[in-house]
Nanobody, 116 residues
Framework: QVQLVESGGGLVQPGGSLRLSCAAS????????MGWYRQAPGKQRELVAA???????NYADSVKGRFTISRDNAKNSVYLQMNSLKPEDTAVYYC??????????WGQGTQVTVSS
């Protein structure tokens, strides 16, 4: 059973930056496409960034140019560098396999709040 632990969220002012981390255990991590998802209050969870085993990346239009996904297979970890944060980026952020129909059980997520 894969366990996912997200960390690095917090309160940040508009225009600020955060780096999220996700550690995975219990699977051959390196072969899977991994993604970062987010869920804002009252909205469906959405995939915002994904990275393949070959490190090809893809981003939702809403975060393109501001967010960068990366991975360290030796550490079974995936990261999300978030720059130029906006209030609409406020959400709980989760990591998991991508696309969404391939996901494992969800972790607890990490809260990101962008507010002045």
């Amino acid at each position: 059973q894969v366990q996912l632990v997200e960390s690095g969220g917090g309160l940040v002012q508009p225009g600020g930056s955060l780096r999220l981390s996700c550690a995975a255990s219990g699977s051959i991590f390196s072969i899977w496409t991994m993604g970062w998802y987010r869920q804002a209050p009252g909205k469906q969870r959405e995939l915002v960034a994904a990275i393949t085993s070959g490190r090809i990346t893809n981003y939702a239009d809403s975060v393109k140019g501001r967010f960068t996904i990366s991975r360290d297979n030796a550490k079974n970890s995936v990261y999300l560098q978030m720059n130029s944060l906006k209030p609409e980026d406020t959400a709980v952020y989760y990591c998991n396999r991508a696309p969404s129909y391939t996901t494992w059980d969800w972790g607890q997520g990490t809260q990101v709040t962008v507010s002045s």
